[in-house]
């Protein structure tokens, strides 16, 4: 039984995470009432149930429902109905302008600012991370690089011998922001930066000539073979720990060369260990 709760900030697109895993065949239910959702998991929990994939989206529209939510949730833990949370989260500046996109207004900026209304949320929804198994940043997502994510976590092609944990390795630049949602952060911006070679630069870490230029160093190959030392010692550590989705981020100061080069090789490391390894490449088109 797949038991899925999905929750976040209003705008950080838990519709469109909903409807990924209705295209997977959860049965989706949104915006349940709290009161009601041990209820709702006995009955999918059930012996004689017929459904083993369910996914409940939650919105918080005030502290009265969190309260409610909370509990709910404790209940849930305390009778061993095993969950995952997704919480999905974004950076203020980009639910602002979705919300300006959409010309709705934020559900707890009725009379006020939209800004007011997500640092409200921000505070009532911060005790739910504790919950969440897997917090996804949507700040540079797509709807369809949501999907693809949450098909990622939950694609149940991979055979019964490959780990039960999902890896997003994640380029990035510093410049920026960090990506919200990272477990693990490494800085590459000590290597060699195919930056400064013109015929280089318009180019990014999937071209051959620039994984070439940023490998062909002693300081390099020393530091991958270093990074890959340390997941193979970390990943089993996480699985034993329970953890199902773990976010590595790699950053160089534009997200262009060095990073997506070093996404590129784990990527291709953990995919030969058998993982399950969704890569992500997200400032390398912004320069």
Known sequence: MKFVIVTGLSGSG???????????????????????????????????????????????????????????????????????????DCDDDVLIKRYKMTRRNHPLAVNSRISDGIKKERVIMEPLKKYSKMIIDTTNMKPKDLKAEIASIYDEGDGLDSPNITISVVSFGFKYGLPLDADLVFDVRFLPNPFYDLELRPKTGDSDDVRDFVMNSDVSIEFRDKLFDMYDFLIPKYIDEGKQHLVIGIGCTGGRHRSVTFVNLTYDYLNKKGYRTVKKHRDAKLD
């Open 14 to 88: 838990k519709s469109e995470a909903m409807r990924a895993l209705e295209d997977m065949g959860f049965y989706c239910v949104d915006n349940l009432p709290p009161a009601l959702i041990v209820n709702f998991a006995e009955l999918f929990f059930h012996a004689n149930s017929n459904i083993d994939k369910v996914a409940l989206g939650i919105d918080i529209r005030g502290r009265e429902f969190f309260q409610e939510l909370n509990s709910a949730l404790e209940h849930l833990g305390s009778a061993n109905f095993k969950f995952d949370m997704i919480y999905l």
